[in-house]
């Protein structure tokens, strides 16, 4: 099917919405309609890659380094078309998971071919395409570079242990973000965010699966093992603190304009994010809490009946090449999913791009590490009643 590339002014951080799930998908993922699994027997279709060198990808806008003389070109990009000989059709089409959820489900619900070759989607939704069979599992004989350089920590969420059907694409940390000079004091846990300085001046996150775990983490939760009973637990308590004033609102990522505005002094926020709000203004910080954060990824993904899949590997494969990875790394500024990129990095002429290789929020340093968990994804079976409750409290 022929797919319209969309350009925004905005980024891609700018972009996405803070969702918890929508009625039709929930529907899908939630009740698990028969008809929209797919077998693994069924999700594979004839690869052409080796006499057709094309493949088609979908992703975020403005989710790839470009050169800034010429916006229109994709210098990792270019590079991995001139080494191969495989031209990339290459589509910004995702601005929200749910969105492109009900783009592409009326064709894998009915075994139908989707157009593209590759997608990136949040793994919250990634869980859903794996437990509905709608995409396919890699062949990682392909990908030696994502075998050898793939981020320990993001090798095995519980959605898709092994990584045997994602790959990130790119990785971060929801943490909290403050204005130090504002404020006039440090954060450094969940638990500061209730301090009575701070009434009416928090933002949390809107979206169920990207606000939860932080909050679980602040009751000291393992995230990786959560349960009902601590999912409610913390309802309970930010029901209180709602009524009583000390959130001024739940936000989706324009918690960045209060931040920068001095309407908020503390919030919920994306790693991403505050790297480029720094640059413009040093005092505002992010930390990783005492009690932890929650580390998570967007990932790369080859859905069914893909014509490409073999080329779609490769593709995943060069950017997983340390050189590469550090180029992209040092234009998106989010947690890179290849650690070696950082020593190449540190190498590089430039100063200041020199100077990302010691950005913890681009390479969590050990302390960091050990303080980042990914948690366990939302089941079908508890989306319905976490949602629920959790869209009550936030106004939804």
């Given at each position: 099917m022929p797919l319209t590339s969309l350009t925004s002014p905005f980024s891609r951080r700018t972009l996405l919405r803070a969702l918890g799930g929508g009625a039709g998908t929930g529907l899908l993922a939630g009740c698990g309609v028969p008809p929209?699994?797919?077998?693994?027997?069924?999700?594979?279709?004839?690869?052409?890659?080796?006499?057709?060198?094309?493949?088609?990808?979908?992703?975020?806008?403005?989710?790839?380094?470009?050169?800034?003389?010429?916006?229109?070109?994709?210098?990792?990009?270019?590079?991995?078309?001139?080494?191969?000989?495989?031209?990339?059709?290459?589509?910004?089409?995702?601005?929200?998971?749910?969105?492109?959820?009900?783009?592409?489900?009326?064709?894998?619900?009915?075994?139908?071919?989707?157009?593209?070759?590759?997608?990136?989607?949040?793994?919250?939704?990634?869980?859903?395409?794996?437990?509905?069979?709608?995409?396919?599992?890699?062949?990682?004989?392909?990908?030696?570079?994502?075998?050898?350089?793939?981020?320990?920590?993001?090798?095995?969420p519980a959605f898709d242990p092994g990584r045997g059907s994602s790959v990130p694409w790119q990785s971060g940390i929801t943490g909290i973000a403050y204005n130090r000079r504002a404020l006039g004091r440090e954060i450094r846990s969940v638990s500061d965010l209730w301090a009575s300085d701070l009434k009416g001046r928090v933002t949390l996150l809107s979206g169920l699966d990207e606000a939860f775990a932080l909050l679980m983490q602040g009751n000291g939760v393992d995230i990786t093992k959560w349960t009902a009973e601590d999912f409610h637990t913390l309802c309970d308590q930010l029901e209180k603190r709602v009524r009583g004033g000390q959130v001024r609102r739940f936000t989706g990522n324009d918690y960045t304009k209060d931040l920068v505005s001095g309407d908020v002094l503390a919030c919920q926020a994306y790693s991403g994010d505050v790297i480029q709000l720094q640059a413009d203004d040093p005092d505002i910080r992010f930390v990783v809490p005492e009690e932890g954060a929650e580390l998570w990824a967007e990932s790369l993904m080859i859905p069914n009946l893909a014509r490409h899949k073999a080329n779609a590997e490769r593709l995943i494969d060069h950017y997983y090449d340390p050189e590469v990875a550090a180029e992209l790394a040092a234009w998106v500024n989010y947690v890179c999913p290849v650690p070696a990129a950082q020593d190449v990095l540190a190498s590089a002429k430039d100063r200041g791009t020199a100077a990302l290789a010691e950005d913890p929020l681009i390479f969590p340093d050990t302390a960091m590490r050990r303080r980042l968990a990914v948690a366990r994804d939302i089941t079908p079976r508890e989306r319905t009643e976490l949602a629920k409750r959790w869209n009550e409290i936030v106004g939804l």
């Open positions: 929209a699994y797919v077998a693994p027997g069924d999700r594979a279709a004839v690869d052409r890659s080796a006499t057709d060198k094309t493949l088609t990808w979908s992703n975020w806008p403005l989710y790839i380094d470009t050169d800034d003389a010429h916006p229109g070109r994709r210098p990792t990009l270019e590079a991995f078309e001139k080494r191969t000989g495989i031209s990339v059709h290459y589509v910004e089409e995702i601005n929200d998971n749910d969105e492109f959820f009900g783009k592409i489900s009326p064709a894998l619900m009915n075994h139908q071919e989707t157009g593209r070759d590759l997608i990136v989607i949040s793994d919250w939704m990634c869980a859903r395409f794996v437990r509905l069979g709608w995409v396919q599992r890699m062949d990682r004989a392909r990908m030696p570079n994502v075998t050898k350089y793939l981020d320990p920590l993001l090798r095995s």
